[in-house]
């Protein structure tokens, strides 16, 4: 009887080696499963978003460059940023000037080739032109600011929808100025608007000035076209730039734009570089189209 009800105790041994690294797949797996739903929802999201939305977003993450574009992120500047206190001002070579009123006699005429615009008869500007640029930014209406800023974002949108010209997208720069709408064509190393010495546009930037004519073409403003070189001016350079720039003036009225519209066409040499720190810069080679703004009506009483 002291059998049945003897206690029997049952070891059972555990395995040396389930203790150590039984779990740690688990947290393996957990990552992995972690980073293809992140990778999924990134595709779902880039394949639900819009361009703009797209652009957007780059360009909230982007540095901030010259312009509205992305060239921050490895473009022509690489990032550089340029103020308006980098650019050296000189003097320019005129194609040919519209709209403006001949002067009246000899030393006006003089005072006027000196200073590249009107002075009166004390050779000093008109005080029209010595307005700071705060003052004529608040003078002019809100409306027209909105549509260069339409304008520029139709100018970026068709090229990023034109796969010939797309990759080019770096090298056109759109900013408002105290002028008007700018737009920049910049030549980059092995990527030039024009051929080496010469007028003749390349075909990617005959492609460019007809997209961009057709934004241009949408606004009534007047146009102005300079072109610059890079490095020392020298004669040749002076006539070099000023013939680039009339070759875009034919470009852009080819393609539509009405004739009447340019106000200027100007050649500016080395003049006024894009890249002070360094003359011979690629970058300073390019095309600059204005949509000028509206000048402001004067105030009452104001001599003429």
């Keep these: 009887m002291a059998g049945e009800n003897a206690v029997i105790i049952k070891r059972i041994k555990k395995g ?17 499963v972690t980073a293809m739903m992140a990778f999924f929802l990134l595709m779902w999201l880039i394949n639900t978003t819009t361009p703009e939305q797209k652009r957007g977003i780059a360009d909230y993450f982007a540095p901030q460059s010259i312009s509205q574009t992305s060239s921050g992120a490895g473009g022509v500047l690489g990032g550089i940023v340029i103020g308006k206190t980098n650019v050296k001002s000189g003097g320019a ?68 929808d034109s796969p010939d010209i797309a990759a080019l997208s770096r090298q056109v720069m759109v900013d408002q100025t105290p002028e008007g709408l700018r737009i920049q064509l910049v ?17 990617y930037a005959r492609q460019l000035l007809a997209t961009i004519a057709r934004i241009v073409d949408r606004l009534p403003n007047r146009i102005s076209i300079s072109g610059h070189t890079s ?45 002070p720190e360094n003359p011979d810069a690629a970058a300073n080679r390019r095309l600059s189209i204005v949509l000028l703004r509206d000048v402001p009506p004067a105030p009452a009483g104001a001599k003429p």
């Design 231 to 275: 490095g020392t001016s020298s004669g040749t350079d002076w006539q070099l730039s000023a013939e680039r720039a009339n070759a875009a003036r034919a470009l852009l009225t080819g393609a539509g734009v009405d004739g009447d519209r340019i106000y200027e066409v100007v050649g500016k040499a080395g003049s006024q570089p894009l890249l």
């Design 187 to 203: 030549d980059q190393d092995g990527k030039p608007m024009f051929e080496a010495g010469s007028a003749q546009p390349m075909p």
């Design 16 to 32: 040396g080696h389930d203790g150590h690294h039984g779990g740690a797949w688990k947290v393996a797996y957990a990552d992995f």
């Design 93 to 160: 070579v005129s194609v040919f000037q519209r709209d403006e009123a001949q002067p009246s006699n000899p030393t006006q005429a003089q005072n006027k080739s000196r200073t590249g615009g009107t002075t009166n008869a004390e050779g000093q500007a008109p005080q029209s032109q010595v307005q700071s640029d705060d003052s004529l930014q608040r003078s002019l209406p809100s409306s027209q600011a909105g549509e260069f800023e339409s304008a520029a974002e139709s100018i970026r949108q068709a090229i990023q």
